[in-house]
């Protein structure tokens, strides 16, 4: 949403203009002043809050003086800057107009006042130039003291110019490379001749800039050997760092004028042979639109300990988030990694207990338990069900083999057999109920497996006939087998509940209540785990004779025990103990401490959109739930009234109004203003992770991340372009990026030595 300047007569708004724009500000005194010299009678009777949320200045209503830029990426105003610089007369040419920013007429008196306070103004300012020229000069004539006064402005010299010029078209380039996804590298050193020489990317982009006519770059490099770098590793890496942090900056200033916000991580991924995490934050903009926005990586760390430091860290003081004001925490995470993400979660909700830990959206709850159960064989078992879904997935034919497959094993079962069809094109090991698909498709695909990997006709390449021959293997290993069947009917009591929570704002209000359920029916399982598991394994064996697997202990097992072995030690009996107690016990605990108290708390305020509100036939009682977010409230003293009066809004509407069904909805309310504890509940409550993005084009960055991920080779992945990359929309100052530098690297700005290059040596004869 633009911003519009409030000065009278001024047209300026934010998307035609590169102005700053400024809020007023919240101090009522100075507040005061800027409605004063705004000359607008209709700003008079607001509150500073009202004016400082929705009225706004450009930075032309205020001296240069008054202006001044807190750190290289903002510009602000100083504390006690007021605008003085109005048109007031212009509309006087055309009396006639409808302007919709009407200037109050001051009597003389006024007037008078008015003159004299900025006479007043003028001599304090006077006053404070003659203080610090006296200073400077004090400070001048001191060999230590004067390196820290502000320089004034002077113009800039030629060369000062070329060289900004030259630097901003270094940035260009570098730009370009991010958004189209360009590794800087070029070819391998290894793979090219002796003695032949070749540009990496970067410096053929420079080359082709320079073909193309740009004179800055011809001047600089015309006298340069053919076998020099333009510019070295070194500097392009600290080039793409402010790139980097300028792009980043520009999502987190919205973040902070938002207030609250929430943190979630995806799965570690390699970037350049070194784990990171990749981190998401959640916010809802100025124009009540809930986004999901990719802003960096974090470099992993193995112990957890040091991990929740430097997490805590990175947010806090390299990216300068206050976690005061987080609402919520997730973690998306690979087998293995759970129990160290939990440790991070559980430091900063010691820190800040409202940062509530919850699941994330675009993670099925099954999936999520499964990936956290601290058992080996389960982690394994996962690994090969990925392995085996993207090797289908590569093969368009391989898919085909498996449809005949398939048709085969269900001809007396059409229906089946189709919706499994379907489910093979599909991500189907993200769904809730992966492991019963997994064991109703297990024949077919072991089958189709068995024929590619003993195939004669030269179908199918080496590598697709050797995946075949080992993923047969694992998924025939009795092992195997018995894992998923026991996962399968473990998962079965959280899946209903899970597919709930990824449903309609209505069914994760419900789910909520169903927890309790959940969680009777597993701890009578854990109860009665003889008969069940009985159960789970007879069906292991039968699928496992099937598939002509012979029934018993693992081989590692075995080797383990030697001579040491039980005799009285079952197959039964060993997966009861290994797989099936530790998994229940785990699942339960999971369920828990995800779904704290606290958790449950925030969403039973679900029961604030509409549509909830209209099933529980408007008996509801937001309000005791609501007092977790009671200092987030601009008024809570009247939040029983506020709700009193938006039930009855709802209760009593018109017959063709239909109730808002979800957050996103009901945020776009057009008289949401008039509740503005609600709006600020809904807002809260719409950032807990597990609340799902209900306009998708708001929560492409976690899209846009997976498509970087799968269209870069591992070793050409940088955390730097990844972020240009991701987000290509965002807009960037190069002038901002120049300056910055400049700023922090006064001795490299001027670029006067080029650097030999890394895949060719400098000789005497170059």
């Not at 105003?77 to 003085?84: I, Q």
């Not at 064989?377 to 590569?394: D, H, K, P, R, Y």
């Not at 109860?527 to 069906?539: K, L």
């Not at 401490?593 to 009682?621: R, W, Y």
Request: with cysteine; proline share 4%; charged share 25%.
């Amino acid at each position: 949403m633009p911003n519009f300047c409030a000065a009278p007569n001024c047209t300026r708004k934010s998307t035609q203009s590169d102005l700053a724009f400024f809020r007023f500000p919240r101090d009522p005194a100075r507040c005061q002043r800027w409605v004063e010299n705004c000359r607008r009678a209709d700003l008079e009777d607001k509150t500073p809050d009202q004016l400082n949320k929705h009225y706004r200045l450009c930075a032309k209503h205020f001296e240069t003086s008054m202006i001044c830029r807190s750190s290289p990426y903002r510009t602000v105003l100083r504390d006690n800057a007021v605008p003085t610089i109005f048109d007031l007369t212009s509309h006087l040419n055309n009396p006639h107009s409808r302007h919709r920013k009407r200037i109050k007429e001051l009597s003389e008196d006024e007037i008078r006042t008015l003159k004299q306070q900025k006479i007043d103004e003028a001599f304090e300012r006077k006053q404070a130039t003659q203080e610090l020229n006296e200073n400077n000069e004090q400070n001048t004539v001191s060999e230590e003291g004067g390196q820290e006064q502000e320089e004034k402005a002077v113009p800039l010299t030629l060369e000062e110019r070329e060289n900004k010029d030259y630097l901003k078209s270094l940035f260009e380039i570098l730009i370009l490379m991010g958004k189209q996804n360009i590794p800087l590298d070029g070819h391998n050193v290894d793979e090219l001749p002796e003695g032949v020489f070749t540009s990496d990317n970067f410096q053929a982009l420079l080359e082709y800039r320079i073909n193309g006519g740009d004179e800055v770059l011809r001047k600089r490099f015309e006298m340069t050997a053919v076998n020099l770098e333009y510019c070295s590793k070194t500097q392009q890496k600290q080039m793409l760092e402010i790139c980097e942090n300028c792009v980043r900056e520009e999502t987190l200033r919205e973040v902070r004028d938002s207030h609250f916000f929430s943190i979630v991580t995806d799965e570690v991924v390699d970037i350049a042979g070194e784990e990171h995490l990749p981190v998401l934050v959640r916010f809802v903009d100025d124009s009540h639109n809930l986004r999901e926005e990719f802003i960096g990586f974090l470099p992993y760390e193995a112990d957890p300990e040091i991990l929740a430091v430097k997490f805590h860290a990175t947010i806090t003081e390299k990216w300068g988030l206050n976690m005061e004001y987080c609402r919520g925490q997730a973690y998306i995470v690979s087998s293995g990694f759970a129990s160290k993400m939990k440790v991070v979660a559980t430091r900063l909700l010691e820190k800040y207990p409202q940062a509530v830990y919850t699941l994330c959206s675009s993670c099925a709850l099954n999936v999520w338990l499964a990936k956290s159960v601290p058992v080996v064989g389960v982690s394994i078992a996962l690994g090969t069900i990925e392995e085996v879904c993207c090797l289908f997935n590569q093969s368009p034919q391989l898919l085909v083999e498996l449809d005949n497959t398939i048709s085969a094993l269900f001809q007396d079962n059409d229906e089946k057999g189709n919706e499994l069809k379907k489910i093979c094109r599909s991500q189907w090991t993200g769904r809730h109920d992966t492991f019963e698909v997994l064991v109703d498709l297990l024949q077919a695909l072991v089958m189709c497996l068995d024929a590619v990997s003993s195939d004669l006709s030269v179908r199918w390449n080496n590598f697709i006939v050797g995946r075949a021959f080992v993923l047969s293997s694992a998924l025939t290993d009795f092992d195997f087998i018995v894992t998923i069947v026991i996962m399968k009917n473990v998962l079965s009591f959280t899946r209903a509940f899970g597919k709930n929570l990824q449903g309609q704002t209505s069914d994760v209000f419900f789910a909520a209540g169903s927890l309790t359920a959940v969680l009777h029916s597993l701890n009578e399982v854990m109860e009665n785990i003889e008969v069940y598991h009985e159960f789970w394994f007879e069906e292991a064996t039968n699928l496992a004779t099937k598939l002509d697997v012979q029934i018993r202990l693992p081989g590692k097992f075995r080797r383990a025990q030697q001579g040491n072995f039980d005799p009285d030690m079952t197959s039964e009996n060993y997966y009861k103990e290994i797989l099936s107690v530790p998994t229940i016990e785990h699942i339960i605990q999971e369920l828990k401490d995800i779904f704290s108290e606290q958790h449950l708390k925030a969403l039973k305020c679900l029961s604030l959109v509409p549509s909830v509100m209209g099933q529980l036939k408007f008996n509801t009682s937001e309000e005791h739930h609501a007092d977790m977010f009671k200092n987030d409230l601009p008024n809570p003293d009247t939040l029983s009234a506020e709700l009193h009066c938006w039930r009855i809004k709802w209760k009593h509407r018109g017959k063709d109004i239909e109730l808002p069904a979800t957050i996103y909805e009901a945020l776009h309310l057009p008289d949401i203003k008039f509740f503005p504890n609600v709006y600020a509940l809904l807002k809260v409550l719409c950032l807990l992770p597990l609340m799902k993005v209900e306009n998708e084009k708001y929560g492409i960055g976690r899209k846009r991340l997976k498509a970087y991920l799968k269209n870069t080779l591992t070793g050409q992945r940088s955390s730097n372009l990844a972020l240009l990359n991701i987000n290509f929309d965002i807009k960037h100052d190069l002038d901002l990026m120049v300056d910055t530098y400049i700023k922090l690297y006064p001795d490299k700005g001027e670029f006067q030595d080029c650097i030999p290059s890394n895949n060719s040596e400098v000789t005497d004869n170059a």
